[in-house]
Nanobody
C-alpha cells in the first residue's frame, strides 16, 4: 500500500490550501486516516483524524480553521486548511489504517509528506 500526499505549497498568511492523500495498492478500503505535521526542530504532532464512522478530531491549534474529510470508498482523505498562519509551516504527512481503531497512533500506512510553507 502506498499513500501519496499532494497539495502542499507556499502561501501567504490568511490563504488556504487543500491537501489530498490517496491510497493505492490496497486490497481493502482504509477505515481511518490522519494528518500529522512536523516543523523543523519540533516533534511530529497530530493535526486531525477521521474514520469511516464519521468521527473527527483536531488539534486545538487548528480547530475552526482546518477541516478533515474522507472518501473512504475511494481510499482518499483531504485536509482543507483555511486562514493559514506562519506557525502552520511544516511537512504534512498522511497516515491510514484498515480498521477504525488505531491504538497508540500506530497507523499501518504512512505517506511521504508534503511541504506547507506560510509566509507572513
Amino acid at each position: 500500500v502506498q499513500l501519496q500526499a499532494s497539495g502542499g505549497g507556499l502561501v501567504q498568511a490568511g490563504e488556504s490550501l487543500r491537501l489530498s492523500c490517496a491510497a493505492s495498492g490496497s486490497p481493502f478500503t482504509i477505515a481511518a486516516a490522519a494528518w500529522y505535521r512536523q516543523a523543523p526542530g519540533k516533534q511530529r504532532e497530530l493535526v486531525a483524524s477521521v474514520h469511516s464512522g464519521g468521527s473527527k478530531k483536531y488539534a486545538d491549534s487548528v480547530k475552526g480553521r482546518f477541516t478533515v474529510s474522507g472518501n473512504f470508498a475511494q481510499n482518499t482523505v483531504y485536509l482543507q486548511m483555511n486562514s493559514l498562519e506562519p506557525e502552520d509551516t511544516a511537512v504534512y504527512y498522511c497516515a491510514a489504517h484498515p480498521g477504525t481503531i488505531v491504538r497508540n497512533e500506530n497507523y499501518a500506512y504512512w505517506g511521504q509528506g508534503t511541504q506547507v510553507t506560510v509566509s507572513s
